[in-house]
């Protein structure tokens, strides 16, 4: 059964950079495609970004400025960064599996539990 | 973007009531549709994808249906555990995009 759990700071200050890790247990991080999502309190979910295995991404245009998602294959994590973080980016962040269920498309079948971060100074 | 718009918004319904959920996109999205369950302070679950295919270990009470922009989401006997909050997302183009939620709720 694949697990995945979101660690990080809970608390960043406005302006500075928001780091958050997801550790993927029970198989292996290859071949799928990993994402962030989040959801502010009392509201629904924005997806925020993708990384491949091979380490290609994909991330929202409104984010893409200040959004980096990476990979550590050798410790089965992927990361998120966000720059320049102010209050609308309060929320609780999920990572998440996509699975390829047909060629060419996939769909988030596994999250992890979330973890939320607060921009307050 | 992929507008994607749910209706209701919120629903009241007793135990044993059949409801509906309808996902409207902006654009065709080619049956490019899941269907979540949220319950408080809880990760979504995945309950459908493509539209109509149930995800691993989901009962057989729910179904999906559609084409094109409209999709649903069909409970067609609600038991305890169903209240809760469902989103629909379309995975055809990105940035994926979710509909706004439908809080369903014990009459």
């Known amino acids: 059964q694949v697990q995945l759990q979101e660690s990080g700071p809970g608390l960043v200050k406005p302006s500075e950079t928001l780091s958050l890790t997801c550790t993927v247990s029970?198989?292996?991080?290859?071949?799928?495609?990993w994402s962030w999502i989040r959801q502010p309190p009392g509201k629904g979910l924005e997806w925020i970004g993708y990384?491949?295995?091979?380490?290609?991404?994909n991330y929202h245009p409104s984010l893409k400025s200040r959004v980096t998602i990476s990979l550590d294959t050798s410790k089965n994590q992927f990361s998120l960064r966000l720059n320049s973080v102010t209050a609308a980016d309060t929320a609780k962040y999920y990572c998440a599996r996509h699975w390829e269920y047909v060629s060419g498309w996939y769909v988030i079948d596994y999250w992890g539990q979330g973890t939320l971060v607060t921009v307050s100074s | 973007d992929i507008q994607m718009t749910q209706s209701p918004s919120s629903l009241s319904a007793s135990v044993g009531d059949r409801v509906t959920i309808t996902c409207r996109a902006s654009q065709g999205i080619s049956n490019s549709l899941a269907w979540y369950q949220q319950k408080p302070a809880k990760a979504p679950k995945l309950l459908l994808y493509a539209a109509s295919r149930l995800g691993n270990g989901v009962p057989s009470r729910f179904s999906g249906s559609g084409s094109g922009t409209e999709y649903t989401l069909t409970i067609s006997s609600l038991q305890p555990e169903d209240f809760a909050t469902y989103y629909c997302?379309?995975?055809?183009?990105?940035?994926?995009?979710f509909g706004q939620g439908t809080k369903l709720e014990i009459k």
């Open positions: 990384i491949y295995y091979t380490g290609g991404t």
């Open positions: 029970g198989g292996s991080i290859g071949i799928y495609y």
């Open positions: 997302q379309q995975y055809y183009n990105t940035p994926y995009t």
